[in-house]
């Protein structure tokens, strides 16, 4: 890839942005709409660091239950899918189970999760955490089973045993999978965070992200709605980022979907 085009992937989507924050902010200012009813861009902005003793403390809390339920998503997706793989009638047992969780809204679940968690932290952690783990789960699983039949017969020929077959051929053959779910497990274990919160309706010192958009709206202080929005949404574009960049690390050296074509 050359220097201009680098360049270009940065330029193009920074430019597109401004360009609608600077449409945003005319329609605003041409109609002469109230910052109560529609904020411009600039009030959002100031909204940020005026209220800042507040969003930021609840952006760590969501945060912070959006990482860990990530992070165990990807354990149990991980470990379970593993296991999965290695017995059929163990996949057809535990299949009615994954789809129900998967089919299930959250939203649905949440009230009753609350009931039996021993503290509201725990019950929005169970919630981001069940939403994350189906991607994972049924990508590792799919990234499992699409090993090359080639390659497995060429294992079996050298005398490999189960686990050497599993480390070195479907594991590494799998990463593409993994890393598409992982990506999409992200992004919804923020959405599921904020979700569950709604549900929940925690208030408090301890509240994330959600209850000061709820809080926000029965006040009717539009700046800081938005101001949190935008908060929320530059969250998940720098989760979506990040796991980007790890699949991009993992992939790059020889996967043909993150090679670039030389013709």
């Known amino acids: 890839m050359s220097n201009n085009e680098k360049v270009l992937q940065v330029v193009v989507p920074l ?7 600077a449409i945003w902010q ?27 003793a507040t969003l ?6 969501t945060l912070r239950i959006t990482v860990m339920a990530l992070a165990i998503a990807l354990i149990g997706g991980v470990t379970l899918a593993i296991i999965i793989v290695q017995s059929k009638w163990l996949e ?21 999760i609350l009931i039996y968690a021993p503290d509201t932290q725990t019950a929005l952690m169970i919630c981001a955490f069940l939403v994350a783990f ?14 090359d039949h080639n390659l497995l017969n060429l294992f079996e020929l050298y005398g490999a045993n189960s ?3 599993l480390l070195f051929l479907k594991v590494p053959a799998s990463m593409p999978y993994f890393m598409a779910g992982l990506r999409i497990a992200g992004g919804l274990s923020l959405i599921a965070a ?19 958009l709820l809080e926000s709206q029965y006040r009717l202080n539009l700046p800081r709605m938005f101001a949190a929005l ?26 043909e979907s993150a090679i670039r074509r030389e013709n």
């Open 92 to 112: 057809l047992a535990l299949s009615p189970f994954t789809v129900i969780l998967q089919v299930t809204p959250i939203i649905a679940i949440a009230p009753l």
């Open 163 to 165: 686990w050497q077959t």
């Open 56 to 61: 930021w403390p609840a952006l760590w809390v």
């Open 230 to 255: 935008i908060m929320l949404c530059g969250t998940g574009i720098a989760i979506y980022g990040l796991t980007s960049f790890i699949a991009w690390l993992t992939l790059h050296r020889w996967h």
């Open 134 to 147: 189906f991607p994972i789960l049924s990508n590792m699983v799919q990234g499992l089973k699409s090993v």
């Open 26 to 52: 005319w329609i605003v200012t041409a109609n002469g709409i109230p910052k109560y009813i529609l904020p411009g861009p600039g009030d959002a902005a100031v909204a940020l660091f005026t209220d800042s």
């Open 15 to 21: 430019v597109a942005l401004a360009v609608g924050i």
């Open 194 to 212: 904020v979700v569950a919160e709604f549900a929940a309706g925690s208030a408090g010192q301890g509240s994330g992200l959600a209850f000061r």
